[in-house]
């Protein structure tokens, strides 16, 4: 059997480190807002390149808590409208309606399954103050399209890079000199989430914020902490929403070989893109040979078909595991219905309808891959 990912595998490859970070931590008495913490929020920032990384209890958390401290400094009121890819993990809908915006879902363009910001531009009213692009699937979104309409028309960039850790944008950015960037760094802040199976993972929830903005940094760590910066006094109704010491320790152990792995998942895209083949499958691939470079990680690799179902459970009887992201997409959810279920979104439902999911783990041999695309190109 060929796991989707095996995480007991990735983790057992960071040992002995992980054990001996795990064991400094209990053994030092701190658990939480300690050095562990604070040791990884600056190397995560370096890392990005932003000058801030606050760190955060999950995804979502960071997510919610840039918009509730936008709304805290001024710049957002309850009502005000976020523009967001509508084929994304609900969680980046969640944190918009949780800090009392309203989501407005932006249809993606299928050839790269990220935010049309021509698409976009028709969702601009007087209330909209945001834009949200995903990376989805470790793949950048425009950012240069997304900068530019949001300097049109003075919105704020936030990116949901969830999925998209370590990502480097080569291009031009407006605005922004220092090149290249990578994701975190490429709009007003952003969100990262370190659950298990992305691309830098913890052995549990985590996430963080980065951004250059230090009121926006400092309004997010004092939300994060009951709203509070000095202990007992509280400015903001906050949330408690930490990066705990035990995962910032792993974090931390992780984090120096992001880049490796990353290179490491292009590789095995590169293979999946030669071997397979996909005209007379009838498969499509959104993955063309001139995006395997730095700004995709691969958090996942998608193809794309009609029949994705029959895919699945084929792949399945010969022992490989697949993944759907996402069966159902957030405007058909029943959480969601009441508000959103109306909206006619072809290019979102074909996606949610035809996308597969195949292992990409870094720790692939390339006989794994190998076996999966003589799997593949024998299914009739
Ligand atoms: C994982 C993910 C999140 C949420 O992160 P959690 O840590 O699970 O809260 C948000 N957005 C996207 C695109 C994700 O993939």
Redesign the pocket.
Known sequence: MIKYLDLQKINASFEPELSDALLRVSHSGWYLHGEATARFEEEFAAYCGTSYCVGTG????A?TLIFLAYRELGVMDAGDEVIVPAN??I??LLSILRAGLKPMLCEPSFETCNIDAAYAETLITPRTRAILP?H?YGRLADMKEICELANRYELKVIE?A??AHGAVWNKVLPGKENQPLRAGNLGDAA?F???PA?NLGALG???AITTHDERLAATVRSIANYGSTEKYVHRYQGINSRLDELQAAVLSVKLPRLDQDNIRRREIAQIYKEGIDWQRLELQSTVHTNDINEANVFHIFPVFSPRRDEWQRYLNSHGICTQIHYPIPPHRQEALKKEYGMQQLPITERIHNEELSLPISPLLTNEDIERIIDCANTFI
């Open positions: 999950n995804g979502l958390d997510l994304t993990y969680a980046t995903v989805l949901d969830a999925q969100a989430s370190f659950y992305k929830d985590g996430g």
